[in-house]
């Protein structure tokens, strides 16, 4: 079952830029995570917010949480080309570690 | 680092043969996962496992198995391939600490014909 779903499906920046990817999910969650894909890759964890946590950053990264409205958005400031790849939202809830991914952001960053 | 190989990155099978995706971790994760991903669906989790020799169905185990004999090497077999088969494999771990931050594998990419 789909637990996130992100928006835009695909996204076309400038380098330099910055990129804001929103996921929305369905059910009571754990905390939710990014995954970055880049083509034809396996997928790399980039952040991690707990359900009670509103914000948090990671570098050029800025991920907030809004469980009232169960969405969450991933900015990614001064974007360059090398960020270019599939961007996923997972849901973690209370079934040990298990995660429900999203459908992806296909971002790309044009030079 | 923790490493999470797959045995092929591309797999060509016929429809019927009896396919094995075998996955490799080796940062003693208790946790081991396989995904597929087809465009417009995102990764749907078929099963995974916490612990050796334990499995468990996720979302669409239909037409897999799993092996899990020790506990960094995780196999995912399709038992008689079909064509809808065809699609990204990927395998994932986790650890009980981290639980819910995987490491993926590069993925294998199988077609069946």
């Known amino acids: 079952s789909q637990q996130g779903e992100e928006d835009p499906q695909a996204l076309s920046i400038q380098e330099g830029e910055n990129a804001t990817m929103n996921c929305s999910y369905k059910?009571?969650?754990?905390?939710l995570q990014w995954y970055r894909q880049n083509s034809g890759r396996g997928l790399v964890h980039l952040i991690l917010?707990?359900?009670?946590?509103r914000e948090k950053h990671s570098g050029r990264l800025r991920v907030t949480l809004d469980t009232s409205k169960k969405s969450s958005s991933l900015l990614i400031t001064a974007s360059r080309a090398a960020d270019t790849a599939s961007y996923f939202c997972?849901?973690?809830?209370?079934?040990?570690?298990?995660?429900?991914f999203g459908q992806g952001t296909e971002l790309s960053v044009k030079p | 680092d923790v490493k999470v190989t797959q045995s092929s990155r591309y797999l060509v099978k016929r429809t019927g043969e009896k396919v094995f995706l075998e996955c490799v971790q080796d940062?003693?994760?208790?946790?081991m996962f396989w995904y597929r991903q087809d465009p417009g669906l995102g990764l749907r989790l078929i099963y995974f496992?916490?612990?050796?020799?334990?499995?468990e169905k996720g979302d669409i185990p239909e037409g897999y198995s799993v092996s899990r004999e020790k506990k960094e090497r995780f196999s995912l077999i399709l038992e008689s391939a079909s064509t809808n088969q065809t699609s990204m494999y990927l395998c994932?771990?986790?650890?009980?600490?981290?639980?819910?931050?995987?490491?993926f594998g590069p993925g294998t990419r199988l077609t069946v014909t």
């Open positions: 994932a771990s986790s650890s009980p600490g981290q639980i819910y931050e995987q490491y």
């Open positions: 059910t009571s969650i754990n905390n």
């Open positions: 917010i707990r359900s009670n946590e």
């Open positions: 997972a849901t973690g809830g209370n079934q040990g570690g298990k995660l429900i």
């Open positions: 940062m003693d994760h208790e946790n």
């Open positions: 496992s916490y612990d050796v020799k334990m499995k």
